[in-house]
């Protein structure tokens, strides 16, 4: 479908390409490419291809990414609810790949909602390091949280917060950060026209002073010798290369990483031919710029880190293997499963007061800290076997299991403070459905496995009981069916649900059901 594109942009467009912008033009009557990117925090690469129900194509500089044909609806399968992909524009899938993230990494996604790169770089992590996903407005941090919880990130924080404060709670802290920057969408024309009706001939300008407010106050939160990975989806060299030349103009610290020119990418244009473009007329995608920035210091020693204020912050942190202030985590389930376990965010309390939700300040109904902890180790014993690690952090009768200490976080607006494991309910621990999510079968005293190709596991997903007999469900030797049951699609978990006598009640929560 052809859009109705600003003459301004055009003409504008038209000096900029020069003899390639008739075949630009002839782009934007191009239906725009659909993709989808395996989440490997649950499922293989190899595993998805094969396990696909709608043909896939590989994206050239994703290696989990995938085009999907005209006219798939991944979106109405079961397997999206098992958090299995994600629905991404395929261009949008190229930052993260270069932002080189290894796990035992500290990342911050500093403009993270609607989540799809944070949910990218926690499946790089491979559950170990640390995740911070912010986002400055309080309404899109919502489905942030959720898209995290969905596809079982266990040690991620959600922040509704802004770059300064951010870089004043954790400076000098991130091996790597990615800001994927408000912009004027430019390269979204095609795909969302209501970013064509919003655009006027200012608009570059104006996100540019706002960029460059962004990454002059973030790269204070970045280690020495640490990566930045600036990116944006427009055109406009104000917003892109004009704002990373600025940058590296009064940051001599920092260095440009050639990454254009090759392969999809295309080089930068106005002497920055390091960073890198993608056009609609070159690749299957949208418009994207990116920059790959280099502190040029080398870590320091812990002699030199001795008094730096970053450093505090630091050494609270958890590490899954070892330290758990107070929780203590087994590297293995009883299961066999070697899943290390850090922390993630759910559905339920907040720390803000201002996001909604429990005010950290409450103490628990349940009895207090001490009661609430006793009732979680309970339900670890009986329905998991095992105890996750992580730092427990209460917020009124809400636990989540944290990869920082609840001190680390004081004073920041947090929507997610770790994995939320559920709440105290009369005195009982009631698991939340983001625990469930992260979750394999094996670390699950009982699971149940629904096909996707049958009603039951579209009825499941849409809030209905079940009628299963005891043999369906796989218990652990020595243990009772009655109880919590791991519910999973195709043998990845879903939900919770809770047997007795035949019956599956069902515990997935209404906000997320089918529909």
């Given at each position: 479908?052809?859009?109705?594109?600003?003459?301004?942009?055009?003409?504008?467009?038209?000096?900029?390409?020069?003899?390639?912008?008739?075949?630009?033009?002839?782009?934007?009557?191009?239906?725009?490419?659909?993709?989808?990117?395996?989440?490997?925090?649950?499922?293989?690469?190899?595993?998805?291809?094969?396990?696909?129900?709608?043909?896939?194509?590989?994206?050239?500089?994703?290696?989990?990414?995938?085009?999907?044909?005209?006219?798939?609806?991944?979106?109405?399968?079961?397997?999206?609810?098992?958090?299995?992909?994600?629905?991404?524009?395929?261009?949008?899938?190229?930052?993260?790949?270069?932002?080189?993230?290894?796990?035992?990494?500290?990342?911050?996604?500093?403009?993270?909602?609607?989540?799809?790169?944070?949910?990218?770089?926690?499946?790089?992590?491979?559950?170990?390091?640390?995740?911070?996903?912010?986002?400055?407005?309080?309404?899109?941090?919502?489905?942030?949280?959720?898209?995290?919880?969905?596809?079982?990130?266990?040690?991620?924080?959600?922040?509704?917060?802004?770059?300064?404060?951010?870089?004043?709670?954790?400076?000098?802290?991130?091996?790597?950060?990615?800001?994927?920057?408000?912009?004027?969408?430019?390269?979204?024309?095609?795909?969302?026209?209501?970013?064509?009706?919003?655009?006027?001939?200012?608009?570059?300008?104006?996100?540019?002073?706002?960029?460059?407010?962004?990454?002059?106050?973030?790269?204070?939160?970045?280690?020495?010798?640490?990566?930045?990975?600036?990116?944006?989806?427009?055109?406009?060299?104000?917003?892109?290369?004009?704002?990373?030349?600025?940058?590296?103009?009064?940051?001599?610290?920092?260095?440009?990483?050639?990454?254009?020119?090759?392969?999809?990418?295309?080089?930068?244009?106005?002497?920055?031919?390091?960073?890198?473009?993608?056009?609609?007329?070159?690749?299957?995608?949208?418009?994207?710029?990116?920059?790959?920035?280099?502190?040029?210091?080398?870590?320091?020693?812990?002699?030199?880190?001795a008094s730096d204020p970053g450093q505090a912050v630091a050494e609270r942190t958890l590490s899954v293997s070892s330290r758990n202030n107070g929780v203590?985590?087994?590297?293995?389930?009883?299961?066999?499963?070697?899943?290390?376990?850090?922390?993630?965010?759910?559905?339920?309390?907040?720390?803000?007061?201002?996001?909604?939700?429990?005010?950290?300040?409450?103490?628990?109904?349940?009895?207090?800290?001490?009661?609430?902890?006793?009732?979680?180790?309970?339900?670890?014993?009986?329905?998991?076997?095992?105890?996750?690690?992580?730092?427990?952090?209460?917020?009124?009768?809400?636990?989540?299991?944290?990869?920082?200490?609840?001190?680390?976080?004081?004073?920041?607006?947090?929507?997610?403070?770790?994995?939320?494991?559920?709440?105290?309910?009369?005195?009982?621990?009631?698991?939340?459905?983001?625990?469930?999510?992260?979750?394999?079968?094996?670390?699950?005293?009982?699971?149940?496995?629904?096909?996707?190709?049958?009603?039951?596991?579209?009825?499941?997903?849409?809030?209905?009981?079940?009628?299963?007999?005891?043999?369906?469900?796989?218990?652990?030797?020595?243990?009772?069916?009655?109880?919590?049951?791991?519910?999973?699609?195709?043998?990845?978990?879903?939900?919770?649900?809770?047997?007795?006598?035949?019956?599956?009640?069902?515990?997935?929560?209404?906000?997320?059901?089918?529909?």
């Open positions: 479908m052809a859009v109705q594109l600003p003459g301004t942009f055009m003409q504008r467009m038209k000096e900029m390409l020069g003899p390639e912008y008739e075949q630009f033009a002839e782009s934007y009557k191009e239906t725009p490419y659909g993709g989808i990117r395996a989440n490997t925090l649950k499922i293989s690469v190899e595993e998805l291809r094969t396990l696909s129900p709608f043909k896939l194509a590989p994206i050239p500089w994703c290696p989990a990414g995938f085009y999907t044909e005209e006219g798939a609806r991944p979106g109405k399968h079961p397997y999206y609810h098992a958090g299995l992909y994600y629905i991404q524009e395929p261009s949008a899938m190229a930052p993260v790949e270069l932002l080189g993230v290894q796990p035992g990494d500290y990342v911050l996604d500093l403009c993270a909602a609607p989540g799809g790169k944070s949910t990218q770089i926690a499946a790089k992590l491979k559950g170990e390091g640390l995740l911070i996903s912010n986002d400055l407005h309080p309404e899109r941090t919502k489905a942030l949280a959720k898209n995290l919880e969905l596809y079982g990130v266990r040690n991620g924080i959600v922040l509704n917060e802004s770059p300064e404060r951010i870089a004043a709670a954790f400076p000098v802290f991130f091996d790597r950060i990615l800001i994927d920057a408000p912009c004027s969408g430019e390269g979204m024309f095609r795909k969302d026209e209501d970013m064509v009706k919003q655009w006027e001939p200012e608009t570059p300008l104006k996100y540019a002073a706002m960029q460059r407010d962004i990454l002059n106050s973030a790269v204070k939160a970045l280690k020495p010798g640490g990566t930045v990975v600036y990116s944006t989806c427009t055109f406009a060299t104000e917003e892109n290369e004009g704002t990373i030349s600025e940058f590296l103009d009064t940051h001599p610290e920092f260095s440009l990483v050639t990454v254009g020119g090759t392969g999809s990418f295309a080089p930068g244009l106005q002497g920055l031919s390091g960073a890198a473009r993608l056009w609609p007329h070159k690749v299957k995608g949208e418009g994207h710029f990116m920059a790959v920035l280099r502190h040029d210091g080398s870590p320091r020693s812990p002699e030199e880190t203590k985590g087994e590297a293995t389930a009883r299961a066999g499963s070697a899943r290390q376990v850090s922390g993630r965010g759910g559905k339920g309390g907040r720390t803000s007061g201002k996001s909604g939700g429990t005010s950290p300040g409450r103490q628990s109904e349940g009895g207090g800290e001490e009661a609430a902890r006793a009732a979680y180790s309970l339900f670890t014993e009986d329905q998991l076997g095992w105890q996750p690690s992580g730092f427990p952090v209460l917020f009124g009768d809400h636990l989540y299991l944290s990869p920082l200490p609840k001190a680390a976080l004081n004073g920041l607006k947090t929507i997610r403070p770790g994995w939320y494991a559920g709440h105290i309910r009369s005195g009982r621990f009631i698991p939340g459905h983001p625990l469930a999510t992260a979750l394999h079968p094996a670390e699950s005293i009982r699971s149940l496995s629904l096909s996707s190709g049958s009603s039951e596991a579209v009825s499941y997903l849409k809030g209905e009981t079940l009628s299963i007999p005891e043999e369906r469900l796989t218990v652990r030797p020595g243990n009772s069916a009655k109880g919590y049951v791991l519910v999973c699609v195709d043998g990845y978990s879903a939900g919770w649900g809770k047997w007795q006598d035949g019956m599956l009640k069902n515990e997935y929560p209404a906000g997320w059901r089918w529909t």
